[in-house]
């Protein structure tokens, strides 16, 4: 079969340039092909279970509305975080394709009305004087409920439309063949193109790897973020997310003065497992309807490294501390309470139980400083001290940690100019390219090089 377009990856970057290429022009053939799932068939066993059970292909990271279709469902409406889109192309375009994303995201969000908020000047004091650095600027939230509809609503469009979305369509190599492009696939296709768009996510690192080493395109180190997912009382940052919903917070630290984020705040929400690649990390969403709130929030605390020479492998680095956490806990992600890790004590399933912040996920009761290195765990416990300041609360004994959470961004391609493309009519976008980290920026990709390909 030969397109003229094949879009690899049906996240919301994929997305949005398909429906992009085929509002500017109709006559294009086009084909989403997805490792996972059709959207409706996307079904995680640990919602129900509250523990990863190792499927094959992760519902929560891989089908079509990618890893965010799960997710809390916030749509930064800017560039000040989420990637650096920006700087690539000028916050003035950058903002421009962002709000196309808004548009296109309001046009299909037919299950109620989404919320913004605002910025907050009192907020961002407070944090500058605990020496603090609140990150924040108009967010909608659509929750997981909404946002799953929404991305419901945009699927169906666009395949009204006449683009070919392929499920189980796991990429393995792209090669040259005559002018164009042939596209190998897992389950034995192969299908042409005239021009490919790489929008394989985070957890298309690997791929994207192999990509440039083929086709002979350098590439950059990049950092990667290791952390914990953080569980607690919803009402400790209930100043906070009344007020922007999401904070996002940075802090330098005084021992190694490294940087450490709070980020991907989920307001009275659930601690989800991930399965990537057989690694179970940790992570967390939210829904919009109040009757299926907790009484829990929960955030990520990661923190940053960018490595030197002569190492330049870390995204393997990271996995390997995954893999070390997912080793002691038999497989799960590890849980233990703050007072626990201060102690230098194991979390057990007798403290667990009699803990005033009951887990939302059913992780293996443990101790994470068997599995951190003490650099990172040392930058994590001055966070949290550090955080407590503006929510006190936050440094509780019953407040729990999950590990690991990671975040990979080791992946740099060197773009042949500024429209993301690698080599002639090879495109890349989302956050498999290094410039991404949320929805907003990653659609906005989308539709930039969308346009870019039609003009």
């Known amino acids: 079969m030969t397109y003229d377009v094949i879009i690899i990856g049906g996240g919301i970057g994929g997305l949005m340039a398909a429906y992009r290429l085929h509002q500017k022009s109709p006559a294009l053939k086009i084909a989403v092909t997805e490792r996972g799932n059709t959207l409706e068939k996307r079904h995680c066993p640990a919602s129900k279970e509250k523990t990863c059970i190792h499927c094959k292909t992760c519902s929560i990271t891989s089908g079509f509305a990618g890893a965010g279709a799960f997710s809390d469902g916030k749509f930064n409406l800017g560039t000040a975080y989420g990637g650096t889109l920006g700087e690539e192309l000028g916050d003035a375009k950058a903002t421009r394709y962002i709000n196309e994303v808004d548009k296109i995201l309001n046009e299909y969000c037919t299950s109620g009305i989404p919320q913004v908020y605002r910025s907050n000047d009192e907020l961002k004091l407070k944090c500058l004087q605990n020496n603090l650095r609140l990150l924040d600027m108009n967010v909608k939230h659509l929750g997981t409920d909404h946002n799953y509809v929404t991305m419901q609503n945009l699927i169906h469009a666009i395949q009204k439309n006449g683009t070919d979305l392929l499920p189980f369509y796991d990429c393995t190599r792209v090669e040259k063949a005559g002018s164009g492009y042939r596209v190998h696939y897992a389950n034995g296709e192969a299908l042409e193109a005239t021009s490919i768009i790489i929008a394989t996510g985070r957890g298309g690192a690997n791929f994207v790897a192999d990509f440039c080493r083929s086709f002979d395109v350098p590439m950059k180190s990049n950092h990667i973020d290791i952390g914990v997912r953080v569980e607690m009382k919803d009402i400790i940052w209930k100043e906070f997310s009344d007020k922007i919903y999401e904070p996002k917070i940075l802090y330098k630290t005084k021992t190694f003065e490294d940087r450490c984020r709070m980020f991907c705040f989920n307001k009275g929400g659930l601690v989800s497992a991930e399965n990537n690649h057989g690694i179970i990390t940790a992570n967390g969403h939210s829904y919009a309807e109040a009757e299926k709130k907790t009484e829990n929030c929960n955030f990520a605390i990661l923190s940053s490294i960018r490595f030197t020479e002569p190492f330049n ?98 992946i740099r391609p060197v773009f042949k100019n500024d429209r993301f493309e690698l080599v002639d009519n090879v495109y890349i976008i989302g956050d498999g390219s290094g410039i991404c980290r949320g929805l907003s920026q990653s659609g906005a990709m989308g539709i930039y090089v969308a346009d870019c390909i039609t003009e």
């Open 313 to 410: 492998q870390p995204t393997e680095y990271a996995e390997n501390i995954s893999r070390l956490a997912n080793m002691i806990g038999k497989g799960n992600v590890l849980v233990q309470r703050f007072g626990d890790l201060i102690r230098g004590r194991r979390t057990n399933e007798h403290r667990l139980s009699q803990n005033t912040v009951t887990p939302t996920l059913r992780a293996t009761a443990g101790d994470i400083s068997l599995v951190l290195p003490h650099r990172i765990l040392t930058n994590i416990i001055e966070t949290i001290y550090a955080l407590d300041r503006v929510a006190p609360g936050t440094a509780n004994d019953d407040t729990l940690l999950y590990g690991c959470e990671s975040k990979y961004y080791s």
